[in-house]
């Protein structure tokens, strides 16, 4: 069976594909896993996976799209026996699609970044979360701090509020404020293959991080 | 029949489709409120009270009944309502 993994948050320009593309690269490393793409017609990952095809093809690593939530878990449902992660970028906004990700996945990330936006917008998504522990109350969902400026004080202050106001985990693991994201997305590459050691570091223990959550709950 | 000395399975499921349907078609009216008017409920269907209709047991699949749910759901129609529709199509009204 397949560890799934959700990325999910109401709001856009978050960083969501950038992390289920990364994810997908690094943790097709350890065997066959599916990207799939839910945030049409912008299909961001979608782009990335096409443009990786070329560049670094013969990788255990594939693509599907889901146009809607009935699409999503059938074929989440027919790749769950075959492969051994699935991740789903689901689109930015509460829709049924992002409900059955929810449902659907073992883990669900929430990019998040120090901003007062950002941070309202999850707290809608909080509201989504506990309906769907009605459904599976063992829901686990967890923020990431993307774009993460550790040096500043606002995102410091940002960061504590939410551990103290919003009900929710967050990874160890942060992602800094840096352009190798976007290089290596543009390319069809993950930042582990890309040449900068501080944002490689920061992914792979984004997805060492993943999976010692995932190796927890078998 | 000789017991099974297994012990018995108390957890869910890690993969389950239908919560996952069920509680996206839940969902469904959240995701229209901020992209079009909501859709106003339609009436259930009178069709176990009403004349000329009778009441019909059908098996239907594990798999396929929350897809059909979630799709009736998706068009506002009740089970009913889905099946009388498709049913027709395929036979023809009279």
């Not at chain 1, 686990?140 to 985990?169: G, Q």
Request: charged share 30%; glycine share 6%; proline share 5%.
């Amino acid at each position: 069976m397949a560890d799934i993994i959700g990325v999910i948050q109401v709001k856009g320009g978050v960083g969501r594909s950038t992390i289920a593309t990364n994810l997908a690269a690094i943790l097709s490393a350890a065997g066959p896993t599916t990207l799939i793409d839910c945030d049409l017609p912008q299909g961001t990952s979608a782009s990335w996976f096409a443009t990786r095809d070329s560049a670094a093809s013969g990788r255990d690593l594939d693509l599907v799209l889901a146009r809607d939530h009935v699409e999503l878990v059938e074929k989440a449902g027919e790749l769950n026996g075959s492969r051994r992660y699935i991740i789903i970028d689901a689109p930015p906004r509460i829709a049924a699609i992002t409900r059955a990700t929810i449902i659907l996945s073992r883990l669900s990330l929430i990019p998040l970044g120090a901003s007062a936006a950002e941070i309202w917008s999850t707290s809608d998504l909080l509201r989504t979360l506990d309906d769907a522990r009605r459904y599976k109350p063992d829901v686990d969902a967890r923020i990431v701090w993307n774009r993460f400026r550790a040096h500043t004080r606002e995102a410091r202050e940002l960061s504590e509020a939410v551990r103290r106001e919003l009900s929710l985990r967050e990874l160890d693991a942060r992602l800094g404020f840096r352009v190798a994201y976007s290089e290596a997305l543009a390319r069809g590459l993950s930042v582990t293959e890309w040449p900068d050691d501080t944002a490689r570091e920061e992914m792979t223990a984004l997805a060492d991080e993943v999976v010692e959550i995932l190796g927890g709950k078998s | 029949m000789a017991k099974s000395k297994t012990n018995p399975k108390v957890l869910k499921p890690v993969f389950d489709a239908e919560a996952a349907l069920r509680f996206a078609s839940e969902g469904e009216p959240v995701a229209d409120q901020a992209l079009s008017p909501p859709r106003k409920a339609r009436p259930r269907s009178p069709a176990r009270s009403r004349a000329g209709y009778t009441e019909i047991t059908v098996l239907i699949s594990d798999e396929l009944l929350p897809r059909a749910r979630a799709e009736a759901a998706r068009k506002g129609r009740t089970l009913d309502e889905l099946i009388e529709k498709l049913l027709s199509k395929h036979v023809g009204k009279h």
